[in-house]
């Protein structure tokens, strides 16, 4: 095993570029086998490219919708020449994203090996490599997410003019993921919160309550310069925490309404709405109002139903039913018509690395490297994001990638590189405790699997024909 390490440790940037360069090509050999670009709500940012060439400039924003990736695809279909060159370059961010993620690995553990292992294991996180052929936010969000946790460690340390510096870059960073997706946005509370939380550290407590008070106070001033899209008279849809938090959505928790029986139950929901507030013509302001008094009455009236909605998003954000896009993508391009193996290739890796952080898992060695604060940082960044994906709106796979890719990617890598199974065979307790948790989830995933197969089949095997072709 030193022989191994002492190995990699010597040929580490062979195998970086290696990897890199794989990650890279791997995500051109899907795009250029893709023949399917335009799906579900994506194809209104393609449609957003022709609108900019046809009236020279569209909003940044409209209603729920954010525009600046459209002028990015107008940058390359029409001042460079050719659309293919997007993709590339969405391709060529995916693996810079990876490479932002092995130097957070290698600023953090100090060790070579964590970082090779998160990278290679992006190679087979093929979620994250077919999105790069999808004209969407995901894969600049990453990237930026990445940069902006590589700044916040490098933040930790610096002094002076530097200090003030990446604090700097950082703010500019954080309002520009607004532009794209507005996940960050409570993101100042988190610094605020792990400042205060570390207030022996003076350090760190004036550092980062210092930078959360700047974030939140600059969104503000952009917001107030309509500079940032929430302008006034742009009335946004709450659908993402309507759906998120009712029973209309699909399965539950689902972004749409997928079954008739639920839209014609919020259809006559919605007349009675109207009808009892006199509503002859309901606005976007009256829809939002009736989401909001559905969403407190099913919290109110029915607060079980709504923590076992909670926990059912939970499961299957972790669950084991292929993620939509990559799917589509993938069975229409690269693995034409094989339906089973495109299922098994994204889900098995996934799912195993699931499982292994589950057997890896050591609370201990957690507990004690938490002392480092640049670490207890990426847990409160875990816990961040899994309440954003999970609980604070509807279920999406997707929603899954930036957290497997920039966070528990990385901490499974360090973990594997960790693991002692000697150790866990010895420890009976823990052994039987994650036997247990293991079966759980498998039980978990055959359920979600057989409502997949059997009891919604025509809603998962019908999938490929919602795919638009436009190449």
Known sequence: MNKISDYIS????LILITLLVSNFLIRLLIYYNTKFLSIGDYRSYLK???LIKERGTIPLVSGNSLSLNSYIGYFFKYVLGNIDYYFIFNCLLGTITSYIVYLICLKLTKNKLVGLLTVLLHCIYLEFMAFSSIFYTPIIMM?????????????FNATGYKKFLIAFILLLLVNGTFYFKGELGYLWILLILFGLINFKKKQILIGFVLLGTLL????????????LPFKEGNISANDFRFF???????????????????????????????????????????????????????????PFKWIHLQFYKFCRFFGVVPEGNSFKILVSGVLKGKTAITAILLVLPFAVMILLIVITFDFG????????????LMGFLVLYYIVASVFYGQYQERYRMPLM???????????LVKFNFKKLIKNKVALSLKIGVVVL???????????????????????????????
């Open 216 to 227: 939140t106070f600059s969104t503000r001033v952009l917001r107030f310069y309509h500079i």
């Open 405 to 415: 890719v920039c966070l528990l990617i990385p901490y499974l890598s360090w973990s």
């Open 48 to 50: 957003g490219i022709e």
């Open 143 to 155: 990237f930026l997410l990445s940069l902006i946790i590589l700044l916040l460690i490098h933040y």
């Open 244 to 302: 998120g938090h009712t029973l209309y959505g699909g399965d539950g928790g689902d972004g749409a309404f997928i079954y008739k029986e639920n839209e014609e139950k919020y259809n006559k929901a919605l007349s009675e709405y109207c009808e009892k507030n006199k509503i002859k013509n309901p606005t976007r302001i009256d829809k939002n109002n009736f989401h909001w008094e559905e969403v407190k009455n099913f919290i109110t009236k029915h």
């Open 10 to 13: 010597r040929k580490a940037s």
């Open 365 to 376: 060695s957690i507990k004690g490297r938490f002392n480092k604060p640049e670490l207890l």
């Open 441 to 471: 989830i498998l039980g978990i995933w055959a359920f979600q699997t057989y409502n997949a197969l059997v009891v919604h089949k025509e809603r998962y095997m019908g999938v490929i024909d919602k795919i638009t072709i436009v190449k």
